[in-house]
């Protein structure tokens, strides 16, 4: 386990921002971590709150409070249960960007975010904001869709495209599920077209397996007439997964699953926490 493991979790106090504060909490017990809580003011919506408010001296106050109280929250649930501590960071400037900046100068280890999902459909499918930080970060990222509130996971899927870096991205993975004695499956989908030979996959898991010190651990081959990422979907509903998680590489498998064309159709994944490893 790192040393000095440390979350960045950006709020902007709507309920799914809410419910990732909740996940960056329960890890941060097992992590024994050091949770920021990260604001990004949105000076429209504060010209509205405070417009008429002659005696706010400080234009943020209202906002240090609502940070102060989460603070106070998270502290009386989860000190005593292995978070080393929590605090809170304002800054301005552009969102995704701000966050960015802010995650490296902290050396996050991982950044947690909450996503409106359904209800921020523009690009993406996680929503604009969340699949830009995605894209950018070189941090490890975790998408915590609106109404999904915390429940230790029961099974995590990684979802492979056979890339050497699974070696060392799956230990992340093993050493999340050894937390809550958790199921991992590592899973491949093809198209019946691009079918992966049977002996491909085989090589795969006697590559792997070495890396992997967990007893519960499943090896997955699975071929669907329909795009990688409806197969993965129909994978993820029958074996009742939580948790899925990618690594993302450029041009990679990621890509080619989390597409505009298929944003619509994979509505499971917008009601599941999304695990996405940037530092193999």
């Not at 996503?115 to 690009?123: I, S």
């Not at 198209?191 to 030979?197: G, L, M, N, T, V």
Request: glycine share 4%; aromatic share 10%; with cysteine.
């Amino acid at each position: 386990m790192a040393n000095n493991f440390k979350i960045l979790c950006p709020t902007d106090f709507s309920e799914c921002s809410l419910n990732a504060i909740e996940y960056a909490a329960k890890l941060g017990e097992k992590y024994q971590a050091e949770i920021t809580l990260f604001h990004v003011p949105d000076k429209e919506d504060y010209q509205k709150l405070s417009a008429g408010d002659s005696n706010s001296g400080d234009q943020y106050s209202f906002i240090q409070k609502k940070l102060d109280n989460l603070i106070k929250t998270v502290e009386e649930e989860s000190i005593a249960k292995g978070l080393k501590s929590i605090k809170a960071e304002i800054r301005e400037g552009k969102t995704v960007k701000t966050i960015l900046e802010y995650a490296e100068e902290m050396a996050a280890d991982l950044i947690i975010m909450g996503t409106e999902g359904v209800n921020d459909f523009k690009k993406n499918y996680i929503g604009t904001r969340a699949s830009k930080l995605v894209e950018r970060s070189e941090i490890d990222v975790f998408i915590i869709p609106r109404r999904v509130y915390f429940k230790a996971p029961r099974k995590f899927v990684y979802a492979t495209d056979y890339l050497e870096e699974d070696k060392i991205a799956i230990q992340k993975v093993v050493e999340i599920a050894k937390f809550f004695d958790s199921e991992i499956d590592i899973v491949h989908v093809s198209s019946k077209e691009k079918a992966i030979d049977k002996s491909l996959h085989q090589i795969m898991v006697q590559e792997i397996e070495p890396f992997v010190k967990y007893d519960k651990v499943n090896y997955i081959l699975k071929a669907y007439r329909d795009e990688p990422g409806l197969g993965l979907e129909n994978y993820l509903i029958t074996a009742k997964g939580d948790i899925l998680v990618t690594l993302s590489k450029k041009k990679t498998w990621f890509e080619q699953v989390f597409t505009h064309n298929l944003s619509r159709k994979m509505s499971y994944f917008i009601n599941k926490p999304l695990l996405v490893l940037k530092r193999a």
